[in-house]
């Protein structure tokens, strides 16, 4: 059965690390938001297998058609099956300039809840991806995990191939990043997994250069804790569901400086 494909321009806000995927080599979880400021997520896209003239980067803009819904069995709300061989790229990333304006034009009109009411809007409608402003960042745990690939992921890296790209490194992440934040209406804090792609590659930079793990990931945990968190920005957690569940992991994080704050006129007379 053909499926109508709409081309649909879509600012790119939400990147997560690569992960091995039997069908796609590897995938990236990718969503952004449409001229209509409506959340979309686009999978499946083997990024990094991208022919390079497609290959998008953050708050971009790009055309591309997609299905009116997900693929297989993914009826979230926000997800679309996109077509890789439509994409284009639709000028230059938006500027962080003049305090993030450009990019605070499309995030700031967005709804902004709180982690309980996203996961009541995903029990009654499928609303699986939206914007968390927490009111207090309390820390960024760490948990190791294994260096190495499961032995099936491992030999879907290793693959060769008789036609198309072959496989590429991809390195595994041997900790688990973790927000523990508070909402205006938390009875108590949340946690949830920060998968954002910058996290990982920061990880691996930081590992080169102080050569050690262990180093790297404090080094980590105090950028994204003390730095993106910090009390001159306005951070957000652009935050989304673990398929099929209703369970919320931060996909990416919006750390514009803060808007000064004016003090009160005072009255004339």
Known sequence: MNIEKQPTEVLITVMTYPLPSKGYQELVCTAGITKQ??????????????????????????????????????????????????????????????????????????????????????????????IVRPTRVLDMTIEKQSSVWKPEWEAVLNQLRMFGDQPKKLAKIPYKFSYVFECEDSRKPHRAMCEDWELGVLFLKEVERLGSEEKAAE????????????????????MGTVFPYN????????????????PQQRPLF
């Open 247 to 262: 369970a919320w992991v931060v996909l990416d994080v919006f750390y514009p400086p803060k808007e000064p704050s004016h």
């Open 37 to 130: 400021s409506e959340w979309v997520r686009l999978y499946p896209i083997n990024y990094r297998y991208l022919p390079e003239e497609k290959k998008f980067h953050k708050y971009q803009w790009i055309r591309v058609s997609l299905e009116p819904r997900g693929i297989a069995q993914d009826n979230r709300k926000e997800s679309r099956k996109p077509d890789l061989n439509s994409i284009e790229i639709v000028g230059d990333p938006l500027s962080t300039k003049n305090r993030w304006e450009a990019r605070r034009k499309w995030i700031d009109t967005l709804p902004h809840l709180t982690l309980d009411q996203y996961k009541e809007r995903f029990a009654e409608d499928k609303t699986s991806l939206g």
């Open 219 to 238: 080094s980590v945990r105090h950028k994204f804790l003390n730095d993106i968190c910090a009390d001159d920005k306005d951070t957000r957690f652009f």
